[in-house]
């Protein structure tokens, strides 16, 4: 799920909390929420354990999240097994 997507169907406060869990800003979670601005990598993970894992690093960098984390599959072969 995206993040946008999570906080609508979240309880109001949501990005307030989940700004207080990643250590930042509110307008920072809303900047990222809106894709005004991306996600950096050293967010990804703490997003993910705070959203317990509606969230997930791939959601938050679909363009290169298997460049990052190694142990994420590249899409290909996430394509691949599912097939």
Excluded at 14 to 32: C, E, I, K, Y
Aim: charged share 25%; hydrophobic share 50%.
């Amino acid at each position: 799920m995206d993040l946008r997507t999570y906080l609508e169907q979240a309880d109001r406060g949501a990005a307030a909390a989940l700004a207080r869990a990643v250590g930042v800003h509110p307008v920072m979670v809303s900047q990222w929420a809106s894709g005004l601005k991306a996600v950096p990598v050293e967010r990804c993970m703490a997003i993910e354990r705070a959203t317990a894992g509606q969230v997930t690093r791939q959601d938050l960098r679909p363009d290169d999240y298997w460049l990052i984390w190694p142990d994420l599959p590249a899409p290909e072969l996430a394509e691949a097994r599912a097939a």
